[in-house]
């Protein structure tokens, strides 16, 4: 069992940043890999970034060179530095971790892009 809880949504102008952290419990030690999905309204939840054990990264396109992942072993902590957001970066964002071929999710952050 992992247990997610994301922080650091929020309300930001177009250009701005912030900065997501998903804090892990449980299991974690056996997960292997976390990442961030987003859910847009009307849309389907997508891939935003996931770093698998190994330490290897994936970006959706649409992030690619604005958005980096991160974590920090030593506080079980996954981050999401989001930089240059537009208003297409809205959405829901859940932090996922996979365990035993296993999705567990967090409960989800919103950040809304707006001026």
């Known amino acids: 069992q992992v247990q997610l809880a994301e922080s650091g949504g929020g309300l930001v102008q177009p250009g701005g940043s912030l900065r997501l952290s998903c804090a892990a419990s449980?299991?974690?030690?056996?997960?292997?890999?976390m990442g961030w999905f987003r859910q847009a309204p009307g849309k389907q939840r997508e891939l935003v970034a996931y770093?698998?054990?190994?330490?290897?990264?994936i970006y959706a396109d649409s992030v690619k060179g604005r958005f980096t992942i991160s974590r920090d072993n030593a506080r079980n902590t996954v981050y999401l530095q989001m930089n240059s957001l537009s208003p297409e970066d809205t959405g829901v964002y859940y932090c996922?971790?996979?365990?035993?071929?296993?999705?567990?999710w967090g409960e989800g952050t919103l950040v809304t892009v707006s001026s």
């Open positions: 996922n971790a996979v365990l035993q071929s296993v999705d567990y």
């Open positions: 449980g299991s974690i030690f056996r997960v292997s890999g």
């Open positions: 770093i698998i054990s190994g330490g290897s990264t």
